[in-house]
């Protein structure tokens, strides 16, 4: 396959329906030779076309380039704390079918062997068009797909044994993946440097820059939950003091309201936060605020465009956005606070990390099919 080929492929999958007259445009190709691509690729089982809405403008009626409807296929896994979801997508992004099952106290390698065996069961209903795999997880993953989720109270759990000898095979944290999704198909798509925020049991995140996701010289950057902006007192379940993410998730709820540490931190959180009683709703305007000085501080110190928020920290925002705001903007440098940078919930929502494994594992397809 040529370069054309693949750089078509790749405006197909950013922007799913475009026209063929828009695609040759934004890949510097004449009609005639666009023509002649799309035809290539229909062949090979990559692209199809349908008619396009009329456009309003003169000449030719274009069509619209969509996935081939027996075209190659990415399964894409997010584990969360509680549930994890197996789904198939298409080029472009498109969800064909989803599978989701409680995690429900299971270890994290009988979450994995689910995942696989959902997998198989998915390729057997698809057939060779699944190609790959794309796993996001609650934690940081090694460069050999081992996951270590502290929170979850798993270790050493390998993510590859989900499909075994996969030709695509990625996999990554939450946070990350989510903050790639983001600036994929969120609201940061076109920043400079975004950064995004996620907290479920806990916070993570990732600075992308240019559209490069910032993954450290280890691969565990965005460990931003971990800085010192918390309570010096607290013990944080990776073994340091004083984590902000102590100070922002439901262990935080449930310290404010005297409550036991609870089993289920997000949906406990989740409940407390849309509380409407003082109690719950002091609470929750005390964590929001502590997320607010927070962000300030990265804003200072990384400068973004703007900040995204996932998980938890959607619902923080919607619930007490005027904590949230104050404290950000009071712990802002004065030169940034005629326009501090928005803080956003993310577009992606809880699909974010999903969203980012999918287009991880596609991006490693295209390359694959040049
Ligand atoms: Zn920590």
Redesign the pocket.
């Known amino acids: 396959m040529t370069t054309r080929a693949t750089e078509l492929l790749r405006v197909v999958h950013a922007r799913p329906g475009v026209t063929r007259a828009d695609a040759a445009r934004l890949i510097g190709v004449g009609t005639g030779a666009t023509t002649e691509l799309v035809g290539r690729l229909g062949q090979a089982g990559l692209l199809a076309e349908e008619p396009a809405a009329p456009s309003g403008a003169r000449g030719r009626p274009t069509t619209s380039l969509i996935p081939h409807p027996r075209g190659p296929l990415i399964a894409a896994a997010s584990i969360t704390h509680e549930a994890w979801r197996v789904d198939v997508v298409e080029l472009g992004g498109g969800t064909l079918a989803t599978v989701r099952e409680e995690v429900g106290g299971h270890s994290g390698g009988e979450v994995v062997a689910a995942i696989g065996a959902a997998v198989t069961r998915l390729r057997r209903q698809y057939g060779d068009r699944i190609r790959g795999i794309g796993i996001s997880a609650p934690g940081t993953v090694s460069r050999d797909l081992v996951l270590d989720a502290s929170a979850l109270g798993w270790h050493d759990v390998d993510l590859a044994a989900a499909w075994p000898g996969a030709e695509i095979f990625v996999a990554g944290n939450d946070a990350t993946l989510a903050a790639s999704a983001e600036s994929h198909r969120g609201v940061a798509v076109g920043a400079s440097v975004a950064l995004h925020l996620r907290i479920e049991a ?1 916070l993570g995140g990732a600075v992308v820059n240019g559209g490069q996701v910032l993954v450290g010289a280890l691969g565990a950057a965005g460990e931003f ?2 800085m010192p902006f918390g309570d010096p007192a607290v013990a ?5 003091y004083g ?1 902000w ?2 100070a922002v998730d439901g262990s935080a709820l449930a310290r404010l309201l005297g409550h036991d540490q609870p089993r289920d931190p997000v949906s406990y959180a989740r409940r407390i936060i849309a509380a409407t009683d003082p109690e719950p709703a002091a609470a929750t305007a005390t964590v929001a605020a502590a997320l607010g000085r927070g962000i300030a501080g990265l804003v200072n110190g990384l400068d973004p465009d703007l900040v995204t928020l996932g998980g938890l920290g959607a619902d923080l925002l919607a619930a007490a956005p005027q904590p949230l705001e104050e404290a950000y903007r009071a712990g802002l440098m004065a030169f940034r606070r005629a326009s501090p940078p928005p803080v956003l919930a993310a577009a992606l929502g809880d699909d974010g990390p999903l969203a980012g494994a999918a287009e991880e594992a596609w991006t490693a397809l295209l390359a694959s099919l040049v």
């Open positions: 806990g939950g971990h944080c379940p990776c073994g340091a984590c993410g102590t």
